[in-house]
């Protein structure tokens, strides 16, 4: 099995940054791409970035220009979050897949809260 562990959220003030860590450990060798997600009240979760072993990324539209999606390793993952906005508070959460697009997660972290105030 395959464990993640997300940390660096936090309360920032709107225009601020925050950097987001995931730690991977288990069989870490299952590991294909990652990415992070998050999910604020009301709505469902969404794909905010992913990552392939190659280092090819993606961003939501919303997040585009703002946020940077890094990688280590199979067991480290970051996601670097400037100009935040209040809309981008969420839970965030690390996932990863064995095969195949982030898309559809075989195995996910707890989450991390990001509250952005204005």
């Known amino acids: 099995q395959v464990q993640l562990v997300e940390s660096g959220g936090g309360l920032v003030q709107a225009g601020g940054s925050l950097r987001l860590s995931c730690a991977a450990s288990?069989?870490?060798?299952?590991?294909?791409?990652m990415g992070w997600y998050r999910q604020a009240p009301g709505t469902q979760r969404e794909l905010v970035a992913g990552?392939?072993?190659?280092?090819?990324t993606n961003y939501a539209d919303n997040v585009k220009g703002r946020f940077t999606i890094s990688r280590d390793n199979a067991d480290t993952m970051y996601l670097q979050m400037n100009s935040l906005k209040p809309e981008d508070t969420a839970v965030y959460y690390c996932?990863?897949?064995?095969?195949?697009?982030?898309?559809?997660?075989?195995?996910w972290g707890r989450g991390t809260q990001v509250t952005v105030s204005s």
């Open positions: 996932a990863a897949v064995r095969w195949g697009p982030i898309t559809v997660p075989d195995y």
């Open positions: 990552i392939t072993p190659g280092g090819n």
């Open positions: 288990g069989n870490i060798f299952l590991i294909n791409a």
